[in-house]
């Protein structure tokens, strides 16, 4: 058996000590404990409880030998029965989660607590919302979201996601932009239009996408800082206040 990196067999559900013990099982051939865990440098005690489990997946064996047992590692391709086993449970997990989970969550919750405005900070969290607002505009079926960004943000906001343009088109997304300041390129499913900048115009960076709006600004050094707030409420007036001013303009 090939040795490959400690953590190949990770979304089987093997963490690393499982993985060292199935693989010294591998080159030993059938074992006792003791040269187990001397194979797989792991402590006895948890060289047991590992192949306790490893049993239970049907991944080991056992046959008695005296008053010991030796163990021994089953077919490669018990792996293969494995991994189709744990694909099958998250598909219906999946399922589940669409169908029942989900729904049942949603309609749970209050109409609006804390827990609808979010913080984030860093490139990480400027990520975060680009992917946000791709993924919640696909899935609302509309394909269209509104932007008001000013000239200082824009060459910090895809920094994090340099291939947003290019993803939000092949997923048919339509973008309409109000531009504060000069500049912003042209790109394909997009509309802008052009605001005058002030000077000293602060970074900024809004995003509509009933039922959320997202704002990203800059504080020391450049660091962006993001916030997210999840309210239908807010989305709509914040959609109706951007579809007047892009009218007029």
Do not use: C
């Amino acid at each position: 058996m090939t040795t490959g990196k400690p953590d190949s067999l990770a979304p089987l559900g093997l963490d690393e000590r499982q993985v060292r013990i199935y693989r010294a099982l591998h080159r030993l051939g059938p074992a006792s404990i003791r040269d187990v865990a001397a194979e797989a440098e792991v402590n006895r005690g948890s060289t047991y409880e590992t192949l306790k489990h490893l049993v239970t997946m049907g991944l080991v064996s056992y046959l008695p030998k005296g008053r010991r047992r030796v163990f021994q590692a089953e077919d490669p391709e018990r792996l293969l029965t494995l991994g189709e086993s744990r694909q099958q449970a998250l598909a219906q997990a999946m399922e589940d989660l669409r169908r029942d989970i989900i729904p049942a969550l949603k309609q749970s919750r209050t109409e609006f607590s804390p827990g609808n405005v979010r913080f984030y900070e860093g490139d990480d969290g400027v990520e975060l919302v680009l992917r946000d607002i791709l993924d919640s505009t696909d899935r609302s079926g509309h394909k269209q979201y509104a932007v008001i960004s000013t000239k200082t943000l824009r060459e910090h906001l895809y920094r994090p996601f340099p291939n947003f343009t290019r993803t939000r088109v092949q997923r048919g997304i339509h973008v309409r932009v109000i531009a504060v300041g000069e500049g912003g390129d042209d790109a394909e499913l997009a509309q802008r239009k052009w605001l005058p900048a002030g000077e000293g115009t602060d970074a900024s960076y809004i995003a509509i996408y009933p039922p959320k709006v997202a704002m990203i600004t800059l504080a020391n050094r450049n660091y962006p800082v993001v916030v997210i707030i999840d309210s239908a409420a807010i989305a709509s007036t914040q959609q109706l206040l951007f579809d007047t001013l892009w009218d007029l303009l």
